[in-house]
């Protein structure tokens, strides 16, 4: 493979490029700063692509390249077409302090780079992006490439949808979606995930009473909120750890036998966790193997409770008002509305037991906040093969097949915009501090990154692909 070749002799000037990249201190509400990032890339882009657009939105730009294939013998032959996605946006550095080279210097120590936004996502997003340069390079594109650089996933991509809705005519060819981004699984094993969950999050905030009274001189008359809220969530989850909201569990997947097999052999190890979590019993469905609760089942989490004061600022008072926050993890076929209206319709029950408990909901302000929808490709796929077998190759290892990943993507609007099998192949090593101060990418897991992305462009032109 000549591209492979021509990457190999030329890392250096790749290492350098990325680092010029990455010294633009493109953190999200930088708008200029962004911008700069935005401009850079197109000027790259436009040197090897076919098509290359920013597309403006109502914040940072989405920007779009298309690359066609260069040896098309005969055109009327379908071609795979392959959607990468990266975002060049960054998290703020701070705390400044923490960081033992500046953030937007990259400097290269132990083998790592350290820089904001090396791994998250602008390290990753140039791999796959150098590996398309590489193979055109080397005239050896065979199939179709379609890249979309995101300027806000920081926020959650506020802008993407519509940006991408406008130029819906170029992904309805696209076959499959690939994301580099995250970590890779702390085993420290290449991964392929399939999928992550989904959220919503809820606030119930019940304020019962004008202000904070003496516990003594109200004590027996003025409602506790938060006594009231337990009394809510009682009715919400069982000491199993079931929710007991009617029809949470109904739309609930069923993980196929390779999902499955692709878990058990994941091979979660209970005592690990133990260790790593400091914990001595487990939490949720208690009815449930482990590895089915971390990925393939919903869960109903309290996130936090505020009310009165504990501690050296405790006083004995009946507080005025409590706030109580979950989020729920959603799996395939959940979707955050239907998990809106049956919360809603739990509380209308409870309301009819009794009209004490009426009178308390009556008073509790109900916010959904963020939500996301789960994704989640088949395992079954011809796709999923020729990937594991490239990152087996470029890696030299054979990957961990992730079903679901734990977390939440706001990948969703791509996914529903392109509706196409989607594939999170994670270049940055499991302890890539993201988000984090000293933010880092191994030398290593970069180059094997891009040499990963080169070899499965190359082995998707293969003819036993049915297209
Ligand atoms: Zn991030």
């Known amino acids: 493979m000549k591209a492979l070749e021509f990457f190999n002799n030329t890392r250096k000037e790749c290492l350098d490029d990325l680092f010029d990249f990455i010294r633009i201190p493109s953190v999200t509400r930088d708008r200029n700063a962004v911008k700069d990032a935005a401009d850079w890339l197109m000027k790259r882009l436009k040197k090897t692509a076919d098509y290359a657009e920013l597309l403006d939105t109502l914040g940072n730009p989405v920007i779009l390249a298309k690359w066609d294939p260069q040896n098309d013998n ?53 791999a796959n992006l150098r590996a398309i340069e590489c193979i055109h390079q080397s005239n050896e594109l065979d199939v179709r490439v379609i890249f979309v650089f995101d300027g806000e996933e920081e926020l959650g991509s506020p802008n993407l949808e519509k ?14 979606i690939i994301v580099s981004d995250g970590p890779a699984d702390p085993t420290w094993k290449p991964t392929l995930e399939f999928g992550a969950r989904g959220i919503q999050t809820i606030q119930i905030n019940l304020q019962s009473a004008n202000d904070d009274v003496h516990s003594g001189n109200f004590g027996g008359i003025q409602p506790n909120p938060v006594w009231d809220l337990i009394s809510i969530l009682k009715t919400m989850r069982n000491d199993g750890g079931k929710c007991l909201i009617e029809g949470f569990y109904d739309d609930v997947f069923t993980p196929s036998k390779e999902a499955l097999d692709a878990a058990k052999e994941l091979n979660r190890n209970p005592e690990v966790y133990k260790q790593q979590l400091g914990i001595d019993y487990f939490g949720e469905e208690l009815d449930q193997p482990l590895s089915h609760r971390v990925m393939f089942r919903p869960t109903f989490n309290i996130r936090g409770i505020q009310s009165g004061s504990v501690r050296g600022k405790a006083k004995t008072i009946i507080p005025k008002d409590a706030v ?16 809106e209206k049956l919360f809603l319709a739990h509380l209308g029950k409870i309301s009819q ?74 270049y940055a090593q499991p302890d890539e501090a993201n988000h984090a101060p000293n933010e880092n990418l191994m030398v290593e897991w970069f180059e094997k990154g891009v040499r990963t992305s080169i070899i499965l462009l190359r082995r998707l032109v293969k003819e036993e692909i049915e297209m």
Request: charged share 30%; net charge negative; with cysteine.
């Open 163 to 176: 940006a991408l809705e406008k130029k819906s005519e170029l992904f309805k060819d696209v076959d499959l």
């Open 74 to 126: 005969n055109i009327h032959q379908k071609v795979p077409c392959i959607l990468f996605y990266g975002h060049y946006d960054v998290q703020p550095p701070e705390p400044l302090d923490k960081w033992i080279s500046p953030p937007f210097e990259p400097e290269i120590r132990d083998g790592r780079i350290y820089a904001r936004g090396v791994g998250d996502n602008k390290g990753q997003l140039f």
């Open 353 to 426: 037991k009794s009209e004490r408990m009426a009178a308390v909901i009556d008073r509790c302000k109900i916010e959904f906040g963020a939500s996301f929808y789960p994704m989640f490709t088949s395992l079954e796929l011809q796709w999923t093969k020729i990937l594991e077998e490239s990152i087996e190759e470029g890696f030299q290892e054979k990957p961990l097949k992730v079903p679901l990943a734990g977390g939440s993507l706001p990948l969703y609007s791509l996914y529903k915009i392109i509706e196409k099998p989607m594939y999170i192949i994670p």
């Open 324 to 339: 109580i926050e979950i989020d729920v993890r959603l799996v395939p076929n959940q979707t955050p509305e239907k998990i």
